[in-house]
C-alpha cells in the first residue's frame, strides 16, 4: 500500500483507486453519456432519434445569441478579473507577512461562501434602495433611483467580483514563484518599474494569468445564481435556458442539448487555454 | 569598450551602519575602494557582507552612514542611477529571453538605438567568449555559462562599480579557478572598480587587491592578501583565514625584537610583535608554516612529534607541548629538513625571518 | 581605520549629496500608486459586499435599504423563530455536506494513494478524469444527474442528492491529498517496510500523519462547497428537501426576503469561524493555490 511508483510493480495498489473509478464511472461517466444520448432525442416526448435539438439550436438566432452572450460574459468577466486579480496579487508578493494573512483571508473567505450569499451581497448594493442609489441620491447626482440591477454592466462587475479570487490564488501562485532577484536585476540595468512590470514579470507571470483565466471562464459561464438575480430575465444565458428548459418546460431532449453545447463550449476554451499555456511554460523555466 | 572610457570610480563607506530592528547586521563600517581596485568581502555566513553589498546597489537603504560612489554621495538615488552592476549569486538571469535578449536588456532599458545595441552585445559576448551561444536560453547552458552571460549583461552598461556576490559559489572547483582568472583579466582589463563576497578566503586571497574581513558586521581588517595572511590584526582573522596555531605567553622586549616566553615551556625570539607589542601576557600566532623544529633541548618550547601525516607536496606534524596542547607545523615533503618519527622530542623555533602576530590574550 | 582618512584626502573633496532624477522618481511614484490604487480598489471590491450585507441584516426596516434606517436583531429572530423551513434547508445542506465529504474522503484517499506518483499515461488520464468536475461546468453534471435518476426509475431522494454531491466535492479532496502525496518523500516509506512494518502499520503509522493536513483541507474546502452548492443542488433538490443555497435562491428571487440578509449573516460568520480553526489545524490556504 505503499505510495511509491515502482513500475509494474503495485497491482494491488490500483485497487485503491477502483472505488472512486466505479463511483465516478456511475455517477459521471455515464450520466454524461445519457446527457448526449437524450439530446440526441428529436422530440420532447422523447419517441425518436434525430440531430433536432441541435439543427433547432443552432438554426435559431435567439438561441445561438444565448450561446454567444454566454460566452461574451465569460471574456468579458475573465478581462475584467485580470485587470483587478493581478494589482491583488502584486500587493500581495509584496506586502509584508502580516499583511499577506489579511489578504489571504480576504480572498479565500468568499471562496468558501455560497454564490448565493454573495450574489445576494449585490442585490443589495445594486437594488433601488442599495447603497449606491442611496448615496447617489443623497448627492444629489440624480433625481430617482437608477435601475442598476438587470444591467449587463453590474452583472460582469458582480460576477467578476464573485470569481475574483479564483483569478488572484493562481496569479499569487505564480508571482511569487518568480526569483526576487530577476526584479531587482531587471530595476538595477536600468529599467523602470512599468518596464520591469511588462517585461519580466508580467511574462513569467503568465501561467498563474492563464490558470486563472481558466477557472473564471469556466465558473463565470455557468454562474447561475448571479446571472438569474443580477441579470434577470431579460438576458437569457445558458445557464438559466438549461434550467427552464428542463424544470419548467420539461422539455428534456432540448434542455440536453443545451448543456451539452456548453461543456463543449467550454471544454474548446479550456483546451485552447491549456494549449497556449503549454507554449507559454516552454519559457519560463530557467 | 575603452579601458580608459570607463575605468572605475571609488567607493567609500562612511559610518555605514544597518539594524534589523534589534540586531546588528552591519556596525559601523569605514572603507575605502580605490578606482579599479578589486576588494573582496571576506567573512562567515551572517557577517554582514552581502547586506554591505546591496547598500552599496542600493537595494538596501542603511539606516546610518553614508555610501559615495566617486564624488558624491549617493544614498537617495535609487539602483539604476548610482552607476552599478550587480551579478547575483543565482546570476537572475531573464529565462524567457535568450542570451542575446539578456545582455541587450539594460541597453534597450535605456533607450539605445539597436543597431548601437547590437554592436555592444556582441562585444560583450565575445568578451565573455559566448558569442556561439547568443540564441540559447538560461535554462540550455551550463552554470559558468550563465555567469558569463550574466556579467556580459552587467557589463554593457558600463558600470562603473561592479558589485559581486559570490558568484562562484554554485561552480564546481575547477570551473571556479577559470573563471576567477577570467573575471580578473576583465576586470583588470576594463578598470572597473570591483567588490567581490566571498566566504571562500583561497578566492579572496587569489582574486583581490585587497581584503575586507568582516565578522558579525564589522571589518576587522582591510589590507592586501599578503599582510592579512602574515600580519592578522585580530584573532579572528587569524583563525579565519589559514590555520594558526595560538601559543599563550608573556612578551617581553628584547634588544631591537622581542621575546615570548611560553606558557608551555621555553621561548621564542620575535622580530617583531604586532598588533601587541607592550610587555605582558600575550598570545601568539603563528601559521604552520612558518615554524620549524630542531634537536630537542635548547630554549625552544620542548614538544613531542605525535603524528605525521602527508598531504600533497607537505608533510604536516602534529606535535605535542608540555602542557599537553598541539601544534601543527607543515615542512616541505621534499625540503631540506629531515624527516622525523612519531614519539620524538624536538624544540620548537620560528623560522628565519617568518612573521607571527601577538595578540592580547583571550580574556576568560 | 588610519587608512581611509589619509585615502580620503587624496580624493577631491565631495559630499555632494546626489538627488535622483525626476523622471526616475515620477516613475517609481506613479507605479507605485496605480499598483496601490488597483490593489486597493480589489481588497475593496473583495470586502465591500460582505460588509454591506452584514450591515442590512442588523436592519430594523421591512427592506433591503442602506444605510439601513434603525438596527435591531428581528431578522436574526426570525430566522430563529419563524422560518423553519430555512431551518430545515440548512439541516439538510449540513447532512448532505457532511455525509458526502465522508465518503468523498475515503474514496479519494483511496484513489490518491493509489495515483499519485504514477507516471503512467493513463494514470494521468484517469486523475484527469477525476478531477473534471473542478473545471467543468457542473450544471450539465446536475441535469445528467437528474435525467439519470428519472431513467433509472429511483426518481429523486435524499441518497440521490448525496451521490450528486459526492462527485464534486471528490475532485477537492483527491487534488490536495494527492499533492501532499507527491510532496512525500518515498524513502519513509521504503525505510518503514524495510524495519519491517507492514503495509496497514506503514499507512497507519507513516502515510496518514503526514497527508493528514492536505486530507483534511481538501476535506473542508470539499465540505463548504457541498453545503454552497447551486449547480448540482438546482436539480436534484426536489420541492420537499432543498438544499439551502436553493432555497434562499427562491425567497431572494420571489420577495427580497431580509430574512436572506440575516441568513447571510449567520453564513458568513460560521464559513469565517470554521476558517480560522481549519487554518490553523490545516493550513487550507496553502491547499488552494
Known sequence: MSGAAVPGQRRGGLLLALPLGIFFAVFVVVPLLLLVAVSLYADADMTRFGFDQYLRFFGDDFNRGVLLQTLWLGVKVTALSLVLGFPLAYAYMLAPPRWQSILMLLIVLPLLTSAVVRTFAWVVILGRQGIINESLLALGWIAEPMRLLYTPGAMVIAVAQIELPLMALPVITALMNIDPNLRQASLALGAGHWRTLFQVTLPLAVPGLLAGSLLVFASSVSAFVTQTLVGGGQHMLMPFYMYQQAIQANNYPFAAAIAVTLLVAVMAVVMLINLVGRRAKGFVHA | ?364 | MPEASALAAALPAGNIRARESVRSAWERRSFGAAMKLLAGLSALLLLAPTVVVLITSFTSGFSLKFPPPGYSTRWYQALWNDSPELIDALLLSLKVAAIACSVSTVLALAAAMALARRREAWARAIEALFLSPLMLPTLALGLALLMLFNLAGTGLSFWTLVAGHVAITAPYVFRTTAASLVQMDPALLESARSLGAGPLFAFRTVTLPLVFRGLAAGAFIGFMYSFDNVAVSLFLSDARSEALPIRMWHIIESNLDVRAAALSGVLIAGTLVLMLVMERVAGISRHLK
Not at chain 2, 75 to 86: A, C, H
Not at chain 2, 326 to 339: M, W
Open chain 2, 1 to 364: 569598450m575603452n579601458p580608459s572610457s570607463s575605468s572605475g570610480l571609488p567607493v567609500r563607506l562612511a559610518g555605514v551602519q544597518h539594524r534589523y530592528g534589534d540586531s546588528v547586521a552591519v556596525a559601523d563600517v569605514d572603507l575605502l575602494v580605490q578606482a579599479g581596485e578589486l576588494v573582496a568581502l571576506l567573512g562567515p555566513s551572517g557577517c554582514g557582507k552581502t547586506t554591505l553589498l546591496r547598500i552599496v546597489a542600493g537595494l538596501l537603504r542603511q539606516t546610518h552612514g553614508q555610501v559615495h560612489i566617486g564624488d558624491r554621495v549617493v544614498d537617495d538615488l535609487p539602483t539604476p542611477q548610482r552607476g552599478v552592476g550587480i551579478v547575483f549569486q543565482n546570476y537572475a538571469l531573464f529565462p524567457h529571453m535568450d542570451v542575446r535578449a539578456n545582455v541587450g536588456y539594460g541597453l534597450r532599458a535605456r533607450g539605445e538605438a539597436s543597431d548601437r545595441i547590437d554592436d555592444t552585445v556582441d562585444r560583450m559576448l565575445d568578451l565573455v567568449q559566448m558569442r556561439k551561444f547568443a540564441h540559447r536560453r538560461p535554462r540550455e547552458l551550463s552554470g559558468g555559462q550563465q555567469q558569463r552571460v550574466a556579467l556580459a549583461r552587467t557589463l554593457a552598461v558600463q558600470p562603473r562599480v561592479l558589485l559581486l556576490d559570490e558568484p562562484f559559489a554554485a561552480l564546481d572547483k575547477n570551473l571556479r579557478l577559470d573563471m576567477q582568472i577570467e573575471i580578473r583579466r576583465i576586470q583588470r582589463e576594463l578598470g572597473i572598480t570591483t567588490l567581490l563576497v566571498t566566504h571562500d578566503q583561497e578566492e579572496a586571497m587569489s582574486m583581490a587587491d585587497r581584503i575586507a574581513v568582516m565578522n558579525a558586521g564589522r571589518v576587522e581588517q582591510f589590507d592586501r592578501p599578503e599582510a592579512v595572511y602574515d600580519w592578522p590584526g585580530t584573532r579572528f582573522v587569524a583563525g579565519f583565514i589559514g590555520t594558526a596555531n595560538l601559543l599563550p605567553g608573556r612578551l617581553r622586549r628584547a634588544g631591537t625584537g622581542f621575546t615570548l616566553t611560553c606558557d608551555a615551556g621555553g621561548s621564542l625570539a620575535l622580530a617583531a610583535a604586532a598588533p601587541c607589542s607592550r610587555d605582558g601576557a600575550a598570545m601568539l600566532s603563528v601559521r604552520p608554516e612558518h615554524l620549524a623544529f630542531g634537536a630537542a633541548g635548547g630554549s625552544g618550547p620542548q614538544a613531542t612529534v605525535s603524528m605525521v601525516v602527508p598531504l600533497g607536496p607537505q608533510l604536516v606534524y602534529e606535535l605535542t607541548l608540555a602542557d599537553g596542547s598541539t601544534v601543527k607545523v607543515t615542512v616541505p615533503r621534499h625540503g631540506e629538513d629531515a624527516r622525523v618519527q612519531a614519539g620524538e622530542r624536538v624544540a620548537l623555533r620560528l623560522r628565519d625571518g617568518a612573521p607571527a602576530a601577538v595578540f592580547l590574550p583571550e580574556v576568560a
